[in-house]
């Protein structure tokens, strides 16, 4: 029986899943260091982290023989993703499930550091009657700026434009504007005319430090401040002068550069004095809703690549989008990306007179993956012939 690892609180619903599927499953509800993954991950076949789990070089060397890893998430930062398709280890992850959650999120902050409400909650609490509208705006007919205008960044200028603001948007790739929102040619063009501000980049590692000093400085007189993408993205000492100055009036801030492992740990931050702030626990996809769809997706993806072969929406391997096996059996042979290793695979197949029933073939970058349903099972002999032909990751017998 296959056995499968699920960390982090993930939605129960995928470990059924997995079940059904024929997977022995263990859950856990918090992260796991380095050290403490390589001896959970003995005899597992497959598994499944968040944000918090770093699935590192160092524990996939010493668990080469761990098939799949799914990110339970949008992000896939936490995997080290080359080595792991050097690996032959398919990683998936959920791009789109948990985006109407973070876009919700970040509409509920805009409105509240708008009416000043953390900052009318906090004088409340301290005994304080505060009736007044100073500072205190509609969001009608302000300008939101978007930085990054992928799933998210592109679903909340709808949203925003539903409300009445206008939309700016800055991406370094090409995408199309939703209803009226417009594209800016320059970061700086964006930040000096938008009232609100929110960040939804990637976690490419070359957008560590992206938001510091000199784009704070170049932002509106009392805009606010968002940042639901990753804590390392923004410089929050950079952030916390400004608010201290009085250049900016509020800002929210879901996602930070260090965060604890598990619930109840303890937490700091320098933030938190602030008087118009939201601080929130890295919860913009934590919704019931995105958390199961995402418990669903996640896993279906993982059963189809155990059971089928199937890649499609890997983040780390070609991708091949595969149905029941045409054959008796299915044999997925994942390569280098080198000339002729299909004629090769073919030409083992046929020194057993082996018919082939069905095959699919996919590159990307310098790895190939080539899946032949067979009309018979191949010996031992022909297997391990396979298994030798030059530039071979990993090859797996699916019956």
């Known amino acids: 029986m296959p056995k499968a690892l699920l960390l982090e609180n993930i939605h129960p619903d995928a470990a059924q899943s997995l ?24 005899g597992v076949d497959i598994v499944g982290v968040r944000s918090k789990t770093s699935v590192t070089r160092r524990v996939l060397e010493a668990r080469p023989t761990l098939s799949a890893v799914g990110c339970f998430c949008i992000g896939t930062n936490q995997v080290d993703l080359d080595f792991a398709g050097r690996q032959g280890i398919a990683v998936f992850n959920a791009p789109y499930s948990n985006t109407r959650s973070v876009v919700e999120l970040v509409i509920c902050d805009i409105i509240c550091l708008m009416r000043r409400i953390p900052a009318h909650t906090h004088h409340l609490k301290h005994g304080l009657w505060d009736k007044s509208a100073s500072g205190s705006h509609e969001v009608r007919g302000k300008t939101l700026g978007i930085i990054g205008y992928g799933n998210i960044g592109s679903q909340l200028s709808v949203l925003a434009e539903a409300l009445g603001m206008r939309v700016l948007f800055y991406d370094l790739e090409e995408k199309l504007a939703m209803g009226n929102a417009r594209r800016c040619a320059t970061l700086n063009e964006l930040l000096e005319q938008s009232d609100a501000v929110t960040l939804h980049v990637d976690g490419r590692k070359s957008n560590t430090g992206f938001f510091g000093e000199d784009q704070f400085a170049h932002m509106k007189q009392d805009a606010i401040f968002i940042n639901a993408s990753r804590g390392f993205v923004a410089d929050l000492d950079a952030l916390k002068q400004h608010l201290d100055s009085g250049h900016l009036s509020g800002a929210a801030v879901d996602v930070f550069p260090v965060e604890p492992k598990k619930n109840g740990d303890p937490f700091i931050t320098s933030l938190a004095d602030e008087d118009n702030m939201i601080l929130t626990p890295h919860i913009g996809g934590s919704t019931l809703e995105a958390q ?14 155990w059971e089928k072969g199937s890649t499609s929406l890997s983040v780390n391997l070609p991708q091949i989008n ?45 790895l190939g993956y080539v899946v032949t349903d067979v009309s018979q099972k191949p010996s031992s002999k022909t297997l391990e012939a396979l298994r030798a032909i030059e530039g071979t990751i990993r090859m797996r017998v699916i019956s």
């Open 292 to 305: 199961k769809s995402i418990g669903h997706f996640v896993s279906q993806r993982l059963e189809d690549y």
């Open 19 to 42: 079940r059904d599927h024929g997977f022995e499953v263990v859950t856990a509800k918090g992260a796991l260091s380095e050290d403490e993954l390589i001896d959970a991950l003995d």
């Open 322 to 366: 595969l149905g029941p096996n045409r054959g008796v059996t299915r044999i997925a042979h994942l390569h280098a990306n080198l000339p002729g290793v299909l004629a090769r695979v073919n030409h083992v197949l046929g020194e057993e007179n082996i018919n082939i029933a069905a095959q699919s073939l996919g590159t990307e970058g310098e």
